[in-house]
């Protein structure tokens, strides 16, 4: 559990603290799903911009309500930087 805990602290909640911009993507249009459907029910995108870092940040974070993905039911974060 430490780990996670420091994987989301490292990912997640450093990243969104230190952001000097935060948005979040909005749902895209019903044609844009893919064939299996709505896998994941609850789906959020926030981008975070660290002007000071020069980062931009998309995280990118999900509820699997199939079980279909690995460790279904357990909270994961990924934060990707450029």
């Known amino acids: 559990m430490q780990e996670l805990e420091a994987r989301l602290e ?3 909640y450093a990243p969104i603290r230190t952001a000097t911009g935060r948005y979040v993507l909005g749902e895209l249009p019903k044609d844009a ?3 299996y459907g709505p896998i994941h029910i ?3 995108e926030p981008v ?4 000071l870092a020069a980062t931009l940040s998309l995280l990118v ?5 199939s079980g279909a993905c690995r460790g279904a039911n357990r ?3 990924h934060g990707w930087s450029n």
């Open 10 to 12: 490292e990912h997640l």
């Open 33 to 35: 799903l893919h064939d």
């Open 42 to 44: 609850d789906f959020h």
């Open 48 to 51: 975070l911009i660290d002007r």
């Open 61 to 65: 974070t999900a509820d699997d309500q």
């Open 75 to 77: 909270p994961y974060a």
